[in-house]
């Protein structure tokens, strides 16, 4: 499945079938995270339960510093 | 004398704003937390990048700290939002700092989309403090959207300038009934001085304390020019004595004889 | 939250005492500041501010030139009806005299404002008696369609009205709304108005505000100075003022400095309101509200109106009768006495001596049709 991925083209692996399958993937596992979903916000608790589809725009996100 | 501070709900024991960019080591925020004696720290919302692993921001930042995440990189209204949103869905606090800014040349904020997006903003629950360019009828506008102050600049963002739009932040402090939090511009501790004995209500500062070549002494001298600066203004500046007038030139006719008493 | 909600917190405040308590260094305070705080109002209108009226006149004199420039906006008044439904104790035009009573038709109202639009005047004040039942919203509707002939801007000082009756003669062509309360003190008004609707209290103090809502485009109030302590009532005057500047950015707020003067009834003043006294007044007005409008009547004498403009006053009537239809036909009972009696060019030519711009027309609105 091909989804935008933080502005990127991205082919994710066979098992992503939700978001916090996503979340476990290596470059996101453990991590302090906030996701839009195509121009939504998602819930923690929601992860497990929203699926992804072909041609999702996903945004990960995360505080950093700022003024 | 306890001077609280009330915005959105919250009594706050210091009137220094600080931000939490621009430290050439994210391990001093909390020594810089501790010697400004701040209560509110701005941080801004990135995309992660999967290349590397950053550490996590908010490790540094104290709980007892009230978070201002910004809507930095917003270009207008609806970005803006989207931004907020997300912020909000990180369960730390409902504060905003809003900031659209379309001018990338000057980052100059951007008033119109700046009101757009505090009317839905406030209307969702969020204590919106606009960055805003000093302008009354933008205040007001953004008072009327429901704005929990405004935050106006000092001049362009991280310019060091100092209070380069005074009048028109007097003139905001004086009309536009909501707290004015001087954003943006103010590079030494005289000017937050300046700022607070003008009646600012608070002052917000990034650059001048991250980019000082001791950052831990730069928000120790701010904490102390916010608190002079605040007591003069309640203390009551002294009167400036106009020039003197000899005659009574526009008054004399009141003892001319024949005039009443 | 209207003015009133705002002056019952006042209604507690020990005026003459807190008054007593400012020195000479509050007042220089005040004086020294950009924008003034009800703190620094009560100083310049407490008994020591009186060491300082040229200090204050000095101050004021540059606030206005500053704000408004060397001119003078001019305006006259126009009775066109003179019965009243209210006993009020210091008003000729009260319900309990027996004169006979007047009101013009609308070939008269014409006759009347050609006579004064003569005069050059463009700025009119439309004048009545209250009395809903001789000059209901129709009938100023009327009037005023003959006044758009001859002037370019129609004030009206009538009965106070609602939000949407207001709204209907902005419609027809009101531009301005002037509604004294005449005495700001509670018992001292309860005490005055004797009869009538005007009794009610709340709804008189909250019709200059229903102006401002119905988009008038100035408004002006007023404390008739000798109703009660002239200090407290310069206070609240000002603060009503200040607040109707606050919340209604887009309308010009004005402040009169009516002084009572004595007439056909035999009530005397409460509050000895001499000369020194109105100036104070008129200069803590300008101090405190350097953006506000100040109206000076022809209540005052000659030799004082000379003076006082130039300190602070930014309109004058001239040219007044206070009689309905007292400028085109006799023998009309006035409301009032007035002490200047000069014509319109004599006023005129005062101001030019004194160095200021007489202005007879200060816009045209643009009405649609």
Redesign the interface.
Known sequence: MQVRLNGKETILNEGCITLADLLAEPPWRDRKLLIELNGTVVKKEDYPVIPLSEGDQIELVHFVGGG | MQDLFHIGGKALSSRLFI?????NR?SL?PEVIERSGAAVI???????N??W??E???HHIPSHMTLL??T?GARNAEEAI?IA??????EMGNWIKLEVIQDQRYQLPDNLETIKATEVLAAEGFVVLPYMSPDLSAA?RLRDAGAAAVMPLGSP??SNRGLRTKELI?ILI??A?LPVIVD?GIGKPSEAAEAMEMGAAAV????AIATARDPLGMAEAFRGAVAAGRLAHLA???????NA?AS???????DAVG??? | MSFYDILQAWESFPFSQRLQGYSDVDVRRALGKSKLDAEDLLALLSPAAGRHLEEMAQRARQITQNQFGNVIQLFTPMYVSDYCVNHCEYCSFSSIYDFPRKKLDMREVDREAAAIAATGIRHILLLTGESRKDSPVDYLKACVKVLREHFTSIGIEVNPMSVSEYEELAIAGVDSLTVFQEVYHRETYAKLHVKGPKRNYRNRLEAPERGCAAGYRSVNIGALLGLYDWRQEAVIAALHADYLQTNYPSCEISLSIPRFRPFLGEYQPDSDVTDRALVQVLLAYRLFLPRAGITLSTREPARLRDKLVHLGVTKMSAGVSTAVGGHSQDGGTPQFDISDERSVSEIREMLYQNGLQPVFKDWDILIPN
Do not use: C, H, M
Not at chain 2, 19 to 23: N, P, Q, R, V
């Open positions: 931000g939490s960019g621009k430290y994210n925020i701005t941080v801004a919302l990135r995309r992660v999967p290349d692993e950053e996590n921001l908010l995440p910004n930095s989207r949103r997300l912020a909000r869905a990180a007001l963002i991280g007097q004086e009309e009934r943006a917000l500062l990034n650059t009551g500046l002294g009167p400036v004595e106009p007038v009574s030139p526009l008054t004399g006719f009141l005039a009443e008493a």
